[in-house]
């Protein structure tokens, strides 16, 4: 089974909308931590934010903030005000266990903002 | 910069060749991380250090694959005896003990391999 699952493969938004990527994983582990990366053309995976398993609040950062439904297993990326800027792939990824050190990543989810 | 660096940014080499790349972590990160990318996926994780220390490899890292971080530095992955199917975006990732609060991967602009 996958343990991380983007089902969109490719999105489109129109500039200054918000959107949504969807992301669900799987695990048996009680500790766990989920990260979401946006990865341009050029190729530097770039950090957007994380949610640790026992947070209980949603992570946000700037424009970006993380929908984590614990029981769904689902750590939804939302996006608000896209700009142009955000046109890139994004990708959904796992850590987990306590003492676990590797990423797991999904297949990724391709945003074009539409101006 | 103070961001994680990958050196080179490309590589084109003829099938049966070594190769080697290097990624320089950030100076306080004790961890570092090789992940390897093919196009149209999600990297998938090659090998991990704490400090000088390789602590985890993947089934994915055959023996023709190696890795050092001799002073718990900057860390090498040299192929040798490329293959075609090692065409691929190596990424280098570092991050800070999680005890010390932080197991962020920050990654590197990563090494484009061509295998011809």
């Known amino acids: 089974a996958q343990k991380i699952t983007q089902t969109q493969p490719g999105m489109f938004v129109q500039e200054k909308e918000a959107v949504t990527l969807d992301c669900t994983y799987d695990?048996?582990?009680?500790?766990?931590?989920l990260f979401w990366y946006k990865q341009p053309s050029s190729g530097e995976m770039i950090f957007l934010i994380y949610q640790g398993s026992y947070d209980e609040q949603n992570a946000t950062e700037g424009r970006y903030s993380l929908n984590f439904q614990k029981a769904r297993k689902s750590a939804n990326l939302v996006i608000s005000a896209s700009q142009l800027g955000d046109s890139a792939m994004y990708f959904c990824a796992m850590r987990e266990g306590s003492s676990a050190r590797q990423l797991t990543f999904g297949s990724g989810t391709q945003l074009t903002v539409l101006p | 910069d103070t961001g994680v660096s990958q050196d080179p940014r490309h590589k084109i080499t003829k099938r049966g060749q070594n190769v080697t790349f290097r990624c320089d972590p950030i100076s306080e990160h004790n961890r570092l991380y090789w992940y390897r990318q093919t196009l149209g996926q999600g990297p998938e994780f090659l090998t991990y250090?704490?400090?000088?220390?390789?602590?985890?490899k993947s089934r994915l890292l055959s023996d023709r694959f190696s890795a050092e971080r001799p002073k718990g530095s900057f860390s090498t992955l040299e192929i040798q005896r490329t293959e075609q199917g090692d065409s691929a975006m190596y990424l280098c990732?570092?991050?800070?003990?999680?005890?010390?609060?932080?197991?962020?991967?920050?990654f590197g602009p990563g090494t484009r391999l061509l295998v011809l």
């Open positions: 990732a570092s991050s800070l003990n999680p005890a010390r609060g932080g197991e962020t991967q920050y």
């Open positions: 695990t048996s582990d009680q500790s766990y931590g």
């Open positions: 250090f704490q400090n000088e220390a390789q602590l985890e």
